[in-house]
């Protein structure tokens, strides 16, 4: 659909996903914080860089994220108190660290660095969190090989809205976006963001509906 494929919402997310492949590929620079160059209605606090914490085979399974640090102090300090079976969502997401434009699209691109965790590499049990984004019909593309013929049929007669959408009233903003889980089917969240400021200080999944079912049936 023209209109799908215009949706800027989608081309940068569609960037993201680009630039999160370069940056697991990219051993040698240690310091990510070029993830703002498409994530550019976001900017580090001075004096503070972007690091990547991978998966490790270890435990009954793993995830990977982002994470901010000191230049001054290095990723070390961070890496080295961190309990990463325990560690929070909100530890994760860290976007005190972060400033951001308020506007839909600062919104809009808090959320997509929120859920990196999710399109990073994972170890074993950490593989039920993974997703692929829907932001075009053109996305589904991608699972009909892997499911079921009746999911197939679904996904291919389905006709409602997966590209973004994004809303700010005030200080709220609130985000509708589709993905793809395989333990889940094809899903739309809703998500608010409170902006104080150039901070986001609060993000919420306020609503997630699952539009079409789907379990690969794959226990790990």
């Not at 001075?46 to 009954?60: D, N, P, W």
């Not at 395989?182 to 699952?210: C, P, Q």
Request: proline share 2%; glycine share 6%; with cysteine.
């Amino acid at each position: 659909m023209d209109e799908e494929r215009q949706n800027v919402y989608a081309k940068v997310g569609q960037d993201y996903i680009k630039v999160i492949e370069r940056i697991v590929k990219d051993i040698n620079q240690p310091d990510k914080s070029y993830l703002f160059e498409t994530l550019d209605c976001m900017q580090l606090e001075e004096g503070c860089s972007l690091g990547l914490r991978l998966a490790e085979k270890r435990g009954y399974g793993d995830e990977s994220w982002f994470f901010t640090y000191r230049k001054d102090r290095g990723a070390a300090e961070y890496l080295n108190k961190l309990n990463f079976i325990s560690a929070k969502f909100e530890d994760r997401l860290q976007i005190e660290h972060i400033f951001v434009q308020p506007t839909e699209m600062g919104a809009w691109q808090v959320y997509l660095y929120s859920i990196n965790t999710s399109l990073l590499p994972v170890y074993w049990h950490g593989g039920y969190i993974k997703r692929k984004c829907v932001f075009t019909h053109d996305d589904l593309d991608f699972v009909f090989v892997d499911v079921d013929s009746e999911v197939l049929l679904n996904l291919r007669d389905f006709h409602g809205r997966v590209s973004p959408e994004v809303t700010i009233q005030g200080d709220k903003a609130k985000i509708h976006v589709c993905y793809w889980n395989d333990w889940k089917g094809l899903v739309r969240d809703t998500v608010e963001i409170d902006f104080e400021g150039n901070r986001a200080v609060l993000f919420e999944r306020v609503k997630t509906e699952v539009l079409i079912e789907y379990n690969c049936g794959i226990c790990f």
